[in-house]
């Protein structure tokens, strides 16, 4: 499955975005699907985890209920709403696909990834 990832840009300390993730396939729905974000010089950080029909999901810690992941399996469509960001939430944030039969909280469990899209959180 290839992904497309989009939304990010450039906003203040306390704004919101809602990331996008595309896909290519209409077996999107059975896939779980993940957010990971990553800096330069670091390791890519889990951010968000959800079922194939989106009942269930989990959130790294330090998401703290600012961040809301979905899904639009009719659109083929993964969803990552941000809210009251801050300049640490800066990097760029990844979609993946995985074939496993759980939610996956490392990238080692994820098959497929998209391209990234850069989010820069700066007044």
């Known amino acids: 499955v290839q992904l497309q990832a989009s939304g990010g840009g450039l906003v203040q300390p306390g704004g919101s975005l809602r990331l996008s993730c595309a896909a290519s396939?209409?077996?999107?729905?059975?896939?779980?699907m993940g957010w990971f974000r990553q800096t330069p010089g670091k390791e890519r950080e889990f951010v968000a985890a959800?079922?194939?029909?989106?009942?269930?999901?989990v959130y790294a810690d330090f998401v703290k209920g600012r961040f809301t992941i979905s899904r639009d399996n009719a659109k083929n469509t993964l969803y990552l709403q941000i809210n009251s960001l801050k300049p640490e939430d800066t990097a760029t944030y990844y979609c993946?696909?995985?074939?496993?039969?759980?939610?996956?909280?490392?990238?080692?469990?994820?098959?497929?990834w998209g391209q990234g899209t850069q989010v820069t959180v700066s007044s």
């Open positions: 993946a696909a995985s074939r496993a039969l759980s939610l996956q909280t490392t990238p080692e469990g994820y098959n497929y």
């Open positions: 396939e209409r077996t999107f729905s059975d896939y779980y």
């Open positions: 959800i079922s194939w029909s989106g009942t269930h999901t």
